[in-house]
Each structure stands twice: as structure tokens, then as C-alpha cells.
């Protein structure tokens, strides 16, 4: 004979689509009664089940946020996630020179702020045999490193964003959001508890990170290879602040043993159409940054990559004046001479009649 619960609720419920169950049909039917073993077996199978469309909602979600984070924009999921960088006379911020946000998906972030630090930053030209090559005054690896760590381990519930200030003798990078909890000042560099495991992972598929806790302490190494001061790391409870020493010695021209800069920062600002504050003019000593070089080259007339290379001491093209053409172009500072065919190999570029304008206002105040 069935059990007699399992009739009662055959012959009693009628929900949806299926028809109420007859009585007569369970009567040469038989149901067994599970022992206690086979009721356990069966809440395994159950159990298993259950957890296998727990995980699949889970991983359903987890795709929904990695689609977020590399959205085209994530500010519009999360308004503070842009990163702010801003230049600033002497050793405080009372004069700014340029500021700029950055925002989009956090990869271009990344990018279009490294790209910022090198165009910002004094470059030495060494000389050789061959010519010159260009030597940045940090090093590049240790800023794409520090940059990483800080869009990967910040707080997105705070209401700040990530701030990276240049001043005349140090870069600060400014993470909201404090050490994250298990995490000690002491343990830096050596363990590591990311705050933001879906992005972290994300970021070390895509190359952008070595293994979990390794980054610090690879910044410190690259430093001390680079032959510049490691950085000091200052944690409270809202923030880590991470800064670079500037090195304080003169970047001198190779050619002429000074550096005598055409076009200052505060034009660059007015060029780039950033935010500035009331500066006054720089000391005739002040290095240029690549960015000023490429502007005061074309003053005159337009040139092609290879001959601004070639102006600038260098023995080929190099990344760096890649990306410093890439954000020029971005901000209408330059233009294509052949801007229907961008990648022509007649292609030179030229300022725009506004910047030119402001460069040699700019040079006639000087």
C-alpha cells in the first residue's frame, strides 16, 4: 500500500497545471518506506543539488560584476571610482599647476595615469655612442605597480577616489579606504588580504599583477635597482598613503650642460584647458618634462614622430613619446597633418592654432 502521506497529498493538492490525483489509482500502488540510511542518501542527493543552483547564481553574479568593472564607464556604477592626478608648485598645494580625472573602464584608468606620471615627471637624456637615451626620474614599472595596487585595493564603498599629487620633491598616491581587515601596517610587503578578490583576480589574469603580497615589495626592489629612495608607506584608518622621493640632483641637457625650458607648466595647464591656480613663473633651472620638449618642437613647424625622436635625443622611437602623443592628441594640444589617414607614413603633427597661441604667449613671458 502507498504511504499514506503521499496519497493525502496527491489526492488534496491541485496547484498549477496538474489535475487533482484520483484515490483509485494508488490502490494496488506501493510506496516504500526508506530506511533511515537511504532518507540521509537521499538528503545528500537533494543537498548536492540545492548547493550545484546556489553556485551557478553565484558565478551568475560574479560575471555581472566582472562586466561592471569593465564597463566603458565605472563611474557609472560606482561615482568615486575615477582617479584624480594634479601637479602643484613647490611642496604644498597651495599653487596648482595642472589637474586632471580620469574615468572609464579601470583598465584605460590605469593606462591614461601612467601615461600622466611620465608626461608630468623630469627625463634625463644619457648620452652614448649611438645618441641619447631617455631615463625617467622614477621608475616606470615601480609607478604602473603603485598605480595598480592602488585602483585594485581601495575601498569602493568610500565616498573618496584615488588622488596622485606631484610636487616639487615627491609623489604621493592616495588610496581611500585603509588597510583592509587582517591586515597590519607591519605585514606590508610581505602578506597580503586584497580587499577586492573579484578585481584582484582579474587584474593578475591580465598581466597587471604579479602574486598575491608581492607588490610592495617589488616596488621597493625596482627603487633600490633604479638607484632612487623606496617609498614611504603611511596607513591610517581611512587611507595609505604611498610617496615617492623625487631625486633632488639637476637633470641637465646633454648638448648644452643646462636646461633652459621653453614652455612651463603653468602653459601647459592653459594649453591642456586644465584647472590652475595663481603661479608664478618657474626657476630657469626647473627641468622640462617630455611633454614640454614635444610642444616647444613644434612650435615652428610640423614634424613627424621619427624626426621628433631624432630631436630629442633618442636612438628610436620610444614608448614614451608614444604615449606622450597619445594624450597630446587626446587633449586637441596637437593635430594630425593627414588626419584622414592617420596612419599614413607621410603623417606629421602640428598644434592647434589655440595652443600655439598659448605656448608662444607663454615663451614671450619668460
Known sequence: MAHHKFIKYATTNSKGARPRTKWQLFSDFELPDFLPSQR?????????????IENNRRRIQLLEQAARLLCDDITSYTLQAHVTCAMFRGTNKTYILDRKDFSGDLYAIYEEVVVYLQSRLNTALIPHARGR??????????????VV????HRDYRSTANVQLYIFHDRLEIVTPGGLPAGMREEDLGVKSVPRNPLLFGMFYRMGMVEQVGSGIKRIREMCRDYGVAEPMIEVSENWVTTTFKRPNGQVEDQNKGEVTPKVTPQ??????????????????????????RVLTLLINAPMAKSALSTELGQK???GQLNSVIRLLLANKTIEYTIPEKPNSRLQKYRLTAKSKEHLKRGEKSQ
Do not use: F
Not at 637615451?133 to 603603485?146: F, G, M, N
Open 40 to 52: 540521509c542518501d537521499i538528503g545528500k542527493i537533494l543537498s548536492a543539488y540545492d548547493d550545484l
Open 133 to 146: 637615451d631617455e631615463r625617467l626620474e622614477l621608475p616606470v614599472d615601480a609607478l604602473r605597480e603603485a
Open 149 to 152: 595596487n592602488a585602483i585594485a
Open 267 to 292: 602653459v601647459i595647464s592653459e594649453v591642456l584647458g586644465e584647472d590652475t591656480g595663481e603661479v608664478e613663473p618657474q626657476p630657469e633651472s626647473q627641468p622640462e618634462s617630455l611633454e614640454m
Open 316 to 318: 628610436e622611437i620610444s
